[in-house]
């Protein structure tokens, strides 16, 4: 099994991409052993010295290392053994019931807004998620009010010093294209 890796705009973060799907339809982030508990994969990633941070996008596992001195020298081979490890197993990446009620958080909205979240969450789906989940990460709708759109950021984008200017410069201008109400997009 030849796993590729690749650099994201986060230091902290790297893309590792196994040659297979890794979760066919959905995404999973764990921030802590706790969370990663509802996957075989997750928690065998955050049993490498260094792990803090582990998401699973279709075809691509994102690595976040801790902030404690941890080295990429160090980390990058026990995360390659692991990835190889576990899919050599044939176990699955998620346990059962795993992805259930992933997401803590409701989305908030006006119903009188429906149409502005709906083309909000059409352009993300369609020309911001796939450039993100290029980069190892991913971001998602979480709310709009008085024309501040709300977004959760993940994986390799999720405490990435390019995040902001992402969200600013590239995620709010595009909005304001479509939609001149949008005022601001924040992250939560």
Known sequence: MFIQTEATPNPATLKFLP????????????????????????????AVPGVAGVYFGHDFVSVTK??????????????????MEHFQSGAPVMAEGGLDDQDGEDEFYDEADHDTVVTIKDLLETRVRPAVAGDGGDI??????????????????????????TLRHGVQNLFRHFLPEIREVQAV
């Not at 959905?26 to 955050?46: G, I």
């Not at 801790?66 to 692991?82: C, F, H, R, T, Y």
């Not at 709708?141 to 977004?151: A, H, I, P, S, T």
Request: proline share 6%.
């Open 19 to 46: 040659g297979r799907v890794v979760l066919p339809e959905s995404t999973f982030e764990a921030r802590d052993a706790e969370a990663a508990n509802r996957s075989p994969l997750a928690s065998a990633l955050f």
């Open 140 to 165: 998602t709708f979480r709310g709009y009010k008085e024309g501040v759109v709300y977004l959760e950021m993940k994986g390799a984008c999720s405490g990435c010093p390019s995040s902001t200017a």
């Open 66 to 83: 801790a902030e404690d001195g941890s080295e990429w020298a160090q980390v990058k081979p026990a995360v390659l053994g692991a990835i």
